[in-house]
């Protein structure tokens, strides 16, 4: 096809004209809403639950008499079992299908913040614990459910806005569980989260209930679903030569999330601490500063669907790239602009994860295919994310200095660019 004088952005949709190739059915067009509404209503509840012990660890150390290593396992574990727990997410959709699974989800996390809010320290790990597990259930499954019931040019919108949503309800948590805590105790406070999960929980099990069924890689969910059955993959070369391409694709996304989750997990670790050390703010103004990072995802996570309607799909992430590199050199070089490098880090930490995750709907050709293809990409970069933050704290310790964390974190945002441009141009080849 000759493009001739066409823009970037004609040629963006005559590239993805081909898409809907590999996409699979998805359901009508009027329960479009209750698809991306059930997708939010799940994301407030992915994060805050790991958020809100942040808030008030002075209080639960005080109270349960958790050391330093067991209030850092309070957000580290449920992030150490998202890479751990991914096999059994993947085998929990194959055999109940995506609806019981955000189920099984919500159940987890409403029973584990009810669990982690009564009990003495080993209780209040427990509950850790089953939160981390349901939470990596959530974390795999909304791939598949944008990939199967989200049309095809609407994918990096809704994983925009999924994104966002969990920003939000992180944001959310972080401001409003002190202030409840210093009403009612931090028991009451981390507790009162479950409203929300319980309200998506409720709406799950009366919108998606009527869908259960296991996921389509035997076509048995589609069936029992009352759509068309995705064909069987065609064994040949073009077979051949499109499962060999989808796995250089995903072992690219791996290196980029795990470029993407260790940046985000160790700036979020250290950025105030870095503010306090090296430009004197208090711990307040350091804090305040640092949660620009966090809401300035947002902009990000809706930044790239926008972007993405507009050019290929390599823009939006070269464009990322770029923040993303500029938030490390920006703090070595100009520690004074502390703030803007805080907004253009956050921009690019909310953005990297839709733009990654926007990939794998779109090349995966079943459901099957999509969980396996979230579950390999979320292990490697958790696992990162798992061992940045205390990398970058023994770097600050050895040094005296933040000059090398800072250097991990440029290397870091240098993994995911490289991985995540080249596994966007690999996706446009057809």
């Given at each position: 096809?000759?493009?001739?004088?066409?823009?970037?952005?004609?040629?963006?949709?005559?590239?993805?004209?081909?898409?809907?190739?590999?996409?699979?059915?998805?359901?009508?067009?009027?329960?479009?809403?209750?698809?991306?509404?059930?997708?939010?209503?799940?994301?407030?509840?992915?994060?805050?639950?790991?958020?809100?012990?942040?808030?008030?660890?002075?209080?639960?150390?005080?109270?349960?008499?958790?050391?330093?290593?067991?209030?850092?396992?309070?957000?580290?574990?449920?992030?150490?079992?998202?890479?751990?727990?991914?096999?059994?997410?993947?085998?929990?959709?194959?055999?109940?299908?995506?609806?019981?699974?955000?189920?099984?989800?919500?159940?987890?996390?409403?029973?584990?913040?009810?669990?982690?809010?009564?009990?003495?320290?080993?209780?209040?790990?427990?509950?850790?614990?089953?939160?981390?597990?349901?939470?990596?259930?959530?974390?795999?499954?909304?791939?598949?459910?944008?990939?199967?019931?989200?049309?095809?040019?609407?994918?990096?919108?809704?994983?925009?806005?999924?994104?966002?949503?969990?920003?939000?309800?992180?944001?959310?948590?972080?401001?409003?569980?002190?202030?409840?805590?210093?009403?009612?105790?931090?028991?009451?406070?981390?507790?009162?989260?479950?409203?929300?999960?319980?309200?998506?929980?409720?709406?799950?099990?009366?919108?998606?209930?009527?869908?259960?069924?296991?996921?389509?890689?035997?076509?048995?969910?589609?069936?029992?679903?009352?759509?068309?059955?995705?064909?069987?993959?065609?064994?040949?070369?073009?077979?051949?030569?499109?499962?060999?391409?989808?796995?250089?694709?995903?072992?690219?996304?791996?290196?980029?999330?795990?470029?993407?989750?260790?940046?985000?997990?160790?700036?979020?670790?250290?950025?105030?601490?870095?503010?306090?050390?090296?430009?004197?703010?208090?711990?307040?103004?350091?804090?305040?500063?640092?949660?620009?990072?966090?809401?300035?995802?947002?902009?990000?996570?809706?930044?790239?669907?926008?972007?993405?309607?507009?050019?290929?799909?390599?823009?939006?992430?070269?464009?990322?790239?770029?923040?993303?590199?500029?938030?490390?050199?920006?703090?070595?070089?100009?520690?004074e602009a502390y703030v803007i490098w805080s907004i253009i880090g956050g921009i690019a930490q909310g953005g990297g994860?839709?733009?990654?995750?926007?990939?794998?709907?779109?090349?995966?050709?079943?459901?099957?295919?999509?969980?396996?293809?979230?579950?390999?990409?979320?292990?490697?970069?958790?696992?990162?994310?798992?061992?940045?933050?205390?990398?970058?704290?023994?770097?600050?310790?050895?040094?005296?200095?933040?000059?090398?964390?800072?250097?991990?974190?440029?290397?870091?945002?240098?993994?995911?660019?490289?991985?995540?441009?080249?596994?966007?141009?690999?996706?446009?080849?057809?």
């Amino acid at each position: 096809m000759a493009y001739g004088a066409e823009g970037p952005g004609q040629r963006a949709r005559d590239a993805d004209a081909k898409e809907p190739a590999t996409h699979g059915p998805s359901i009508p067009r009027q329960s479009l809403p209750w698809v991306i509404t059930g997708i939010v209503m799940l994301a407030l509840s992915l994060r805050a639950p790991i958020i809100a012990p942040t808030a008030v660890i002075g209080d639960i150390q005080a109270d349960t008499g958790l050391n330093a290593v067991g209030a850092g396992l309070l957000t580290g574990l449920p992030v150490l079992l998202f890479a751990l727990a991914t096999p059994l997410a993947t085998r929990t959709i194959r055999r109940f299908g995506p609806e019981a699974t955000v189920i099984l989800c919500l159940a987890g996390v409403l029973a584990g913040t009810v669990i982690r809010s009564i009990g003495p320290a080993a209780v209040v790990l427990a509950g850790t614990a089953i939160i981390g597990v349901a939470l990596t259930l959530g974390n795999i499954v909304v791939p598949v459910i944008i990939r199967r019931d989200v049309p095809w040019r609407k994918v990096s919108a809704v994983t925009g806005a999924y994104s966002a949503t969990m920003n939000v309800g992180s944001m959310a948590t972080l401001l409003a569980t002190a202030p409840l805590a210093a009403l009612f105790g931090w028991r009451w406070a981390i507790a009162a989260w479950s409203v929300v999960t319980a309200a998506g929980l409720a709406y799950w099990l009366i919108w998606g209930r009527p869908r259960f069924g296991p996921a389509d890689g035997a076509n048995g969910g589609a069936r029992a679903q009352g759509r068309t059955p995705e064909p069987a993959a065609v064994d040949g070369p073009g077979a051949a030569a499109a499962t060999s391409r989808n796995r250089r694709i995903v072992a690219l996304l791996i290196l980029a999330f795990c470029g993407q989750s260790g940046a985000y997990y160790a700036t979020t670790a250290w950025l105030p601490l870095l503010l306090a050390d090296t430009r004197g703010l208090a711990p307040a103004a350091s804090g305040a500063t640092a949660s620009l990072f966090q809401i300035a995802a947002i902009g990000g996570a809706f930044g790239v669907p926008l972007l993405a309607a507009r050019a290929r799909t390599w823009i939006p992430v070269a464009v990322i790239g770029l923040c993303w590199i500029t938030l490390p050199i920006g703090l070595l070089l100009a520690p004074e602009a502390y703030v803007i490098w805080s907004i253009i880090g956050g921009i690019a930490q909310g953005g990297g994860f839709t733009a990654i995750f926007s990939i794998i709907p779109r090349i995966a050709r079943s459901d099957s295919e999509a969980a396996s293809a979230s579950a390999r990409v979320q292990a490697g970069g958790y696992l990162a994310a798992t061992c940045t933050p205390p990398l970058a704290g023994w770097l600050n310790s050895i040094t005296g200095a933040w000059s090398a964390p800072l250097l991990l974190v440029l290397g870091l945002t240098l993994a995911f660019s490289v991985g995540g441009l080249l596994a966007a141009r690999l996706s446009e080849r057809r």
